[in-house]
């Protein structure tokens, strides 16, 4: 997958920003950032760029992996990777240095300032987030697998379901499942539900035995070569109560509404207004108490936010979620996600599981 990837165009993606910063040089440190600007997939990086080099600086557990994956000029370093950075910041006559101001914290801030004396920092935000909005033909096929193995997971999960088993062993054979297809691994924890606990949006899976005529919400999501699926489906064990089959109701005309209002150029809050309006409807929006989406990639939560006051607009290639849910205590939560792909009229669906009510 990634021979196909240019990581010297993401790479110059970059030069904007270093501009906007009045700064020489760029040191990425989110390794997801490295990640998409170098290929490096290790679990200790970080990325000097200038205007005509690319310096990726590890420790010596990759020193054979990382030439192999990235393009850059490859620095095994001995001690902490800010030294040997700082040697060559020097070196390289950077008097000015952009960084990842949303990604570091203030020790590692502390850190850089005794290693690079003398350099001017320059706090930089969300700068290589907001290339990774935009996915690549590549990351979207890459997105698209990843979605199709998550949903094959869930059908081959709920073939071994039945009553009385418990939330964790329910999450267990899914992510057997994911590992067996050929995942990565998961993209998060898998949420497993049952009953009253629905209602609980985040719910971790509990050895609380999955009981007949309850309702079952299972959010999940896999990671296939670095790049998450995630995927809600709320199933009834059994019989439903008529409030609980309305919940359902109103969350899937909701869902629909706003997968309705994908399209290029729309923003996200009109998507999430689109989702919102459906439940008031019902005189649910009130029950509706997140946003309606993310976008997701590398990492599960990335941008854009599809919120209430998001004016972000919509263009073809970025990858979203579209997941309203209403949850009231003491009876349930449904939630229904999906991921789509803006395309250049609308919206792609990845997700191939169906949305009308299962009954298992
Ligand atoms: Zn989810
Ligand atoms: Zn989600």
Redesign the pocket.
């Known amino acids: 997958m990634q021979a196909e990837t240019d990581f010297s165009e993401r790479r110059a993606g970059l030069f904007v920003s270093l501009q906007e910063a009045r700064a020489n040089a760029f040191l990425v440190t989110a390794l997801p950032n490295v990640r998409y600007l170098t290929g490096f997939t290790g679990s200790n990086g970080m990325l000097l760029l200038t205007a005509d080099r690319a310096l990726l600086f590890t420790d010596p557990r990759y020193q054979a992996q990382a030439p192999r994956e990235s393009d850059c000029e490859v620095r095994i370093a001995k001690g902490p990777l800010l030294k040997d950075l700082g040697s060559w910041v020097k070196r390289l006559h950077v008097k000015s240095l952009a960084f990842e101001r949303n990604r570091i914290s203030f020790d590692e801030y502390r850190q850089a300032q005794e290693a690079l004396p003398k350099i001017r920092l320059k706090p930089v935000s969300g700068a290589v987030e907001r290339l990774r909005m935009m996915k690549s033909a590549t990351e979207i096929a890459t997105i698209k697998a990843s979605v199709q193995l998550n949903s094959a997971a869930l059908e081959q999960a709920l073939r071994q379901f039945k009553p009385s088993m418990t939330e964790v062993d329910l999450a267990a054979e899914i992510e057997y499942r994911m590992r067996r297809l050929g995942a990565d691994g998961t993209a998060f924890e898998t949420i497993v539900a049952s009953g009253e606990r629905t209602a609980f949006p985040h719910a971790h899976p509990s050895d609380h035995p999955i009981q007949q005529d309850n309702l079952l919400l299972v959010?999940m999501?896999a990671r296939v070569a670095g790049y998450c699926s995630?995927m809600?489906r709320t199933h009834a064990v059994g019989k439903l109560n008529p409030k609980a089959r309305r919940m359902y109701r109103a969350v899937l005309e909701s869902q629909l509404a706003a997968i309705d209002a994908v399209k290029p150029g729309a923003s996200c809050a009109t998507v999430d207004r689109a989702a919102r309006s459906v439940l008031r409807g019902y005189g649910m929006d009130k029950l509706f108490i997140h946003s309606t989406?993310?976008g997701?990639g590398l990492e599960?939560?990335e941008g854009p936010r599809v919120g209430r006051k998001d004016r972000t607009k919509l263009e073809p290639g970025m990858a979203i979620?579209i997941?309203p849910g209403v949850y009231l205590e003491g009876v349930g939560g449904i939630r229904i996600?999906d991921t789509v792909v803006v395309t250049e009229h609308g919206c792609e669906i990845l997700t191939p599981t169906g949305k009308e009510l299962v009954v298992l």
């Open positions: 959010d999501g995630d809600t989406g993310h997701l599960i939560h979620t997941e996600e």
